[in-house]
């Protein structure tokens, strides 16, 4: 029996999207791949209305993190922290040998614009780190206004967002508010399998990078760029099944409007926290809940994992908490293809397992 996904990633696919990947092998140095590929990188261009450099990279986000920090810092950042994953991007700078402050909020905390101003001081940081979507604690960061901070405080500090749980399930304007650099896993909110990432970069970001030496190679943002604008090709073997999905996927998409998209999502995140006040209650701080993720603190005292396994038996899984809180709270993943009516599923067989009231 099928194991429906309402984890925060990898979500749920549909087999019409898993199809595409079943497509005939091609080489990643024929014409053919180079105009799959143009396709797919003008196609997301267009989508988020964007003037950036669209670089697809074959690797978790994680990978790309530590790329962003070969490619555009020398030697310190500022790095906000509000959970598990952000603290994540810290440690990722430092094991790169980066200088790193912090800006540290307890978990289920939002980052907020005051924080920033307080801290920043020009020429101090080459760039700022922030989550967009703080996976581990359902908390969405106000990414225009702590951007509008360092445009006004810093403005020579690069703004690196980890968007990783909210592209495509969630606005980001990334020319309006200023962004350079915004990475997110195909796994996600674009419901496709692990292995790809998406990253739009600016093009001082792009300046700066031409500034920094020992950028490596696998991810160096500038040789990235060449092989696209050269040859619309990448300089190592790509995953190329996964981007016939990607390419199948971003069609599925346009069709539905991005609209309409983020709109599904909301009336998703709508659903899961109105059951989540009703039973239980919500982790994430008053007006800055994740619309494709929420955590829910466990005021019931259940077992997390017991519920999971019940659930599994009627085809369904969600997300023990996220390591320091786990069992403490649960997760509810409401990203990528799922729909309300899928949802409300989910939370009646959970009703009925833990003998919940209607």
């Known amino acids: 029996m099928h194991t429906k996904l309402f984890i925060p990633g990898p979500t749920e696919v549909r087999e019409e999207v898993l199809q595409a990947q079943t497509h005939p ?25 964007t003037r950036a450099e669209v670089l697809i990279f074959t690797s978790s986000a994680t990978g790309v993190m530590e790329g962003a920090m070969r490619n555009l810092v020398n030697r310190r950042l500022l790095s906000t922290i509000n959970g598990a994953f952000s603290q994540r991007w810290a440690q990722i700078a430092r094991a790169n040998g980066k200088e790193v402050d912090t800006i540290e909020v307890a978990w289920g905390k939002a980052v907020k614009p005051e924080m920033l101003a307080e801290k920043l001081q020009p020429g101090k940081y080459e760039a700022v780190l922030l989550t967009h979507n703080e996976t581990s604690t359902g908390v969405m960061n106000p990414i225009a206004e702590l951007a509008q901070v360092v445009r006004e405080k810093s403005p020579d500090t690069l703004i690196l ?46 300046k700066k990078a031409e500034t920094v030496e020992h950028r490596g190679y696998y991810f160096d943002f500038l ?129 009925d397992i833990l003998n919940l009231e209607a």
Not at 26 to 49: D, W
Not at 175 to 198: E, M
């Open 161 to 206: 967002v980890d968007a990783v749980s909210s592209l495509m399930g969630a606005p980001i304007d990334f020319d309006g508010w200023g962004l350079d650099v915004v990475l997110a896993s195909t796994q996600k909110c674009f419901a496709l399998p692990p292995g790809l990432t998406v990253t739009l970069v600016s093009e001082r970001a792009l």
């Open 25 to 49: 092998m091609i080489g990643h140095r024929s014409q053919a791949f180079s105009e799959l590929f143009e396709s797919v990188t003008e196609t997301l261009r267009n989508l988020l209305q």
């Open 223 to 351: 040789l990235q760029r060449r092989y696209y604008q050269e040859r619309h090709q990448t300089p190592a073997t790509p995953a190329i099944s996964l981007l016939y999905a990607l390419q199948y996927q971003l069609q599925r998409i346009q069709e539905e409007t991005l609209e309409r998209r983020y709109a599904r999502h909301r009336e998703m995140a709508e659903i899961a926290r109105a059951w989540a006040r009703k039973y239980f209650a919500l982790f994430a701080e008053p007006g800055y809940e994740s619309p494709t993720v929420t955590t829910i603190t466990n005021t019931r005292g259940i077992s997390v994992k017991d519920l999971n396994q019940a659930l599994a038996q009627r085809g369904f899984t969600l997300s023990n908490g996220y390591g320091k809180l786990k069992e403490k709270t649960f997760r509810i993943g409401h990203m990528g293809d799922l729909t309300p009516g899928e949802l409300r599923e989910l939370l009646a067989a959970i009703n």
